[in-house]
Structures are given as C-alpha cells and as structure tokens.
C-alpha cells in the first residue's frame, strides 16, 4: 500500500542552524506530496506542496523538491528559528477522487535560542 | 473567516459508553475528511464526505464507527461501546472539493479519552 517514512525526532537545532528533515514515500501512482506543520495547541497547518516531479513547493523559508528519482521529498530551511519549533508531517495524497491525505509519522523539531 | 470547528474539544468516557464528535466545516467547503491520530503518529485516514454522502468510509475500523453530514455541512463522528483502544485525536477537515488541487484545512481535533 502507499506509505510514507519520514526520520524520527526530536530534532533538536540551536537557532540559525540549517534543517533537513528526510521524507520517503510510497505509492502505487504519481502522487501530490505536502508537508504539514502541527504548533503546539494548534490543528495541523498547510506548510508547501509539490504536485508533480521536480516542483519545488516553498513557504516561509521552507522547501521541498519532488524526487521521483528517489521518492523523495526532503524538508529544508537555511536558518531555523525558536518559532519553528513544531511537529511536522510529510503526507502525499493519490490525485484520484477523495483525494485522502497518507501521513508520515511526524517529526518533532526543537529549536533553541 | 472561521476555520474548521471541532466539539468538544477533549471528551473522557468510561469504556463501553457512545460518543459523538462534531465537525463544523469551512463554509461552502463540500468535502469533508474524518482523521483519527494516536499518540506520537500521524493522522491515519477514516473516512471521506463529499456533500451529504460518504464516498469513501474505508479508513473506519470496525462497525463500532459511524459517520453523518445529513446536510452537506456539519458532519458527526459516532463511536458506540468505546474501547480503551480508540483514544486518539481525532480531527476533521474541509477543502472546497475533492480534487486533489483542493487544500485541505483541519481543525484543532477532539482528544477522546476512554478510561
């Protein structure tokens, strides 16, 4: 079935450092991919998405480029900070009616002054 | 505008008890998605509305799990004789259609706990 696979956390960055966090996936067709963020208290919060190979969906100084080559779609940021601190969900979705959301674990990402 | 509303937010039960979970969607949104997340994973898929009809409810686990949008907005989520096993989150979500190019918006969740 399809599947998504993102690293464990916590991730735990000091501010202004560089983030990835790895996101694999799955599928039995050519997927949309999105990644999700969850802050504390809140629901879960559109981040970027991609639609097709090689977009590139960017947000807030996140991005993320559609790997078809390696079922991939890693999330980046040049320069985190404390109010990124968040969970995060890597998802893809089949494009076919209904349109379900397939969820990776999540990753929590701490970041400290 | 208002975003996706979920009631209540936190509901306790005792084990064997009916619950039901509202979801007041996006206004003019026509699907509407039920997700249930368990503790330190990810949303895992129930089931799928689009106007007053489930098109999709392969996600539900057993026939514990209903679902109703009688009039193609609110929608509840029915669990009868509740088990410990089904304390989660569980969130709903709208978006204006069911095409994929359609952003889904999700609310804050009911935390559901069975004791």
């Known amino acids: 079935g399809d599947s998504v696979t993102q690293m464990e956390g916590p991730v735990t960055l000091s501010e202004e450092a560089f983030l990835t966090i790895n996101c694999t996936y799955t599928?039995?067709?050519?997927?949309?991919l999105f990644w999700y963020v969850q802050y504390p208290g809140e629901g879960l919060q559109l981040l970027l998405k991609?639609?097709?190979?090689?977009d590139k969906g960017s947000n807030k100084g996140f991005e993320a480029t559609y790997r078809k080559e390696t079922t991939s779609f890693h999330l980046e940021k040049g320069s985190v900070q404390v109010s990124d601190s968040a969970v995060y969900f890597c998802?893809?979705?089949?494009?076919?009616?209904?349109?379900?959301?397939?969820f990776g674990g999540g990753t929590r990402l701490m970041v400290k002054p | 505008g208002a975003g996706v509303s979920q009631t209540p937010s936190n509901k306790v039960t005792e084990k064997g008890k009916y619950v039901e979970l509202r979801c007041d969607p996006i206004?003019?949104?026509?699907?509407l998605y039920w997700y249930r997340q368990s503790l330190g994973q990810g949303p895992e898929f129930l089931i799928y509305?689009?106007?007053?009809?489930?098109?999709?409810d392969s996600g539900l686990p057993n026939d514990r799990f209903f679902a109703v949008r009688p009039e193609g907005s609110v929608s509840t989520l029915k669990i009868q004789r509740t088990e410990r096993g089904d304390s989660a989150v569980y969130l709903c979500?709208?978006?204006?259609?069911?095409?994929?190019?359609?952003?889904?918006?999700f609310g804050a969740g009911t935390r559901l706990s069975v004791l």
């Open positions: 998802a893809l979705t089949l494009n076919n009616a209904g349109n379900m959301l397939t």
């Open positions: 979500a709208s978006s204006l259609g069911g095409g994929y190019e359609n952003i889904q918006y």
């Open positions: 509305f689009q106007g007053t009809g489930a098109a999709d």
């Open positions: 599928a039995t067709g050519y997927p949309s």
């Open positions: 206004s003019g949104h026509t699907a």
């Open positions: 991609a639609t097709k190979a090689d």
